[in-house]
């Protein structure tokens, strides 16, 4: 069997739920394509699946650096790989679980990534016109020389923005004619899960008041006792960089909730940029029915074809 399910979607909607399920039915393994659940330290903030459901099933990619650390989608792509051929080699299915667009195709269409180190003192000069001229300075450069990159790309990621710029820097290519695809060794199942947008901002809505409740606010507080700075990417994605600027006086508490749950909606359309309801490859799923049986099925078909 040489097969790997996905299950992907906007955040909030319920991934890490299924895939827990389908993990323990099948006895499979979850491989993480969450951006920010590699982080160390950063639980309640990224919806990290709590230490008893990461006991109950296997989790690859989970806590594997500190969130000072840089992290590129090379590297990702290199070991989520290596995850799948050893889950496959002990004969077991890889379910592939998370939001990140860009983690999620690398592995399901085997990008080839561009091998360009990290060039500090760029970052630096891209990371100081961004405090003067916006990131949306950044985001418009990168539209000028590779529309393809900056249309499957958030405008406010300044991190992924920098990096795109970075191998133009670098090659003097756009990043979109570096990467080619090179077929993956496996077959592919991608599950998608969406619903009506305002059901899906309440349950994002109550996901926020409920790691507000959980102790957001804590969390974050201690990852700056740690000493990790607020410019750093991990610490400036949605959540900790509004609990950061609470922290520091820079706002209230209500108004970074309310930031947070705003800025979370719109990622959560943007994920829809990258997972479209009209791709073919993708069976959708709504999830006020009830899909468990008809996935489970759906998996368990697919691998006895496979």
Not at 65 to 76: I, R, T
Not at 177 to 205: A, N, S
Not at 210 to 226: H, N, S, T, Y
Request: hydrophobic share 40%; proline share 6%.
């Amino acid at each position: 069997m040489k097969l790997v399910a996905a299950i992907v979607g906007p955040t909030g909607i319920g991934k890490s739920k299924l895939g827990l399920l389908l993990a323990r039915t099948l006895d499979a393994e979850i491989v993480n394509a969450d951006s920010r659940q590699i982080y160390r330290y950063m639980d309640i903030g990224t919806a990290k699946p709590n230490p008893e459901e990461r006991a109950s099933v296997p989790h690859h990619l989970v806590d594997i650096v500190d969130p000072d650390e840089d992290f590129s989608l090379a590297l990702y792509r290199s070991l989520a790989y290596s995850c799948v051929e050893d889950i496959i080699q002990r004969g077991k299915l890889p379910i592939l679980v998370g939001g990140s667009g860009l983690y999620a195709w690398a592995i399901l269409e085997g990008w080839n990534i561009p091998e360009v180190p990290p060039n500090p003192e760029f970052r630096r000069q891209m990371e100081k016109t961004a405090f003067v001229e916006g990131v949306d300075a950044l985001y418009r450069r990168l539209e000028s020389i590779d529309p393809v990159s900056a249309g499957r790309m958030d405008p406010q990621n300044l991190r992924r923005i920098i990096r795109a710029l970075e191998i133009y820097e670098a090659t003097h290519r756009p990043p979109s004619q570096l990467q080619g695809k090179t077929q993956p060794g496996f077959d592919t199942l991608i599950v998608g899960l969406t619903t009506e947008r305002q059901r899906l901002y309440q349950m994002i809505d109550r996901r926020v008041d409920d790691m507000i409740q959980r102790g957001l606010v804590a969390e974050v507080k201690g990852l700056v006792d740690k000493g990790y700075a607020s410019g750093l990417p991990s610490m400036s994605s949605v959540g900790y960089r509004q609990i950061g600027q609470f922290i520091r006086g820079e706002l209230d508490l209500s108004t970074a909730i309310r930031q947070i749950k705003f800025e979370t909606h719109r990622f959560a359309r943007h994920q829809y940029a990258w997972f479209r309801l009209t791709d073919p490859r993708i069976r959708w799923f709504d999830i006020k029915d009830n899909i468990e049986t008809h996935v489970l099925n759906l998996i368990r078909e697919k691998i006895r074809c496979s």
